[in-house]
């Protein structure tokens, strides 16, 4: 989670597991990593994607209350919906 939201930097890498470090006393759990980069539950995602695409616009805003709800940043769940758009379209 922290390599993906490096972006390929070793620098930002580093800096957020400093800071995962240090919010969790020396302790680093995902839940706390998903947390605090305000991530949401990626299973979630993919049934929010599937909820668009069949056209369930009541199922795709209760899933997007949710993830709002559990702290899933906007744009990290954006940019998930891109990233298996694009997948399912290489795949395609």
Request: no cysteine; charged share 20%; hydrophobic share 45%.
């Amino acid at each position: 989670m922290m390599a993906r939201a490096a972006d390929g930097s070793v620098r930002d890498g580093l800096s957020l597991l400093d800071q995962a470090i240090a919010l969790g006393q020396g302790q680093v759990s995902a839940e706390q990593v998903q947390s605090m980069l305000g991530l949401g539950d990626r299973f979630r995602n993919i049934d929010l994607f599937e909820a668009v695409l069949s056209g369930d616009l009541a199922g795709a805003l209760s899933i997007l209350d949710d993830l709002h709800r559990s702290g899933g940043d906007p744009v990290v769940l954006m940019q998930d919906l891109l990233d298996i758009t694009h997948i399912l379209t290489r795949l395609r």
